[in-house]
């Protein structure tokens, strides 16, 4: 019997980026669910705990900070690797005085290949 791909959790407001992760990363060997917002993310999350969480950091309704802060909280989920997406740099002074817990760290556009070689390397380290 062949083991169940890797799943992966893809949290963005914008349905185009969606689909982007759903099929690039399909095409990588992963299982691709996703999420509009951080409230519907932390559904998700309650139903089937993925392997990794490409969280995009700035979202209504729960942005990627509240759902990171969320999931570091929590003894079930504190241990989920997250890639966090952005369209602003790391190093932006808007991020200063965070407590920045993401495993790595991507600024959008975001390149699939650079993305699945993250997850490659994060989902085997676990």
Request: overall charge negative; cysteine-free.
């Amino acid at each position: 019997m062949d083991e169940p791909l890797p799943r992966i959790l893809a949290v963005d407001d914008d349905e185009g980026v969606l689909t982007l992760y759903r099929l690039g990363l399909k095409e990588k060997g992963y299982d691709v669910y996703t999420a509009a917002d951080g409230e519907l993310a932390i559904e998700s999350i309650e139903e089937e705990t993925p392997d990794a969480i490409i969280l995009d950091m700035w979202m209504p309704n729960a942005s990627g900070m509240s759902l990171l802060k969320w999931l570091r909280f929590h003894e079930d989920t504190r241990d989920i690797p997250v890639i966090a997406v952005s369209s602003t740099d790391k190093d932006d002074e808007l991020w200063d005085g965070e407590d920045l817990d993401w495993d790595h760290y991507l600024t959008k556009p975001v390149d699939i290949d650079e993305l699945a070689d993250i997850l490659q390397e994060t989902i085997v380290s676990e």
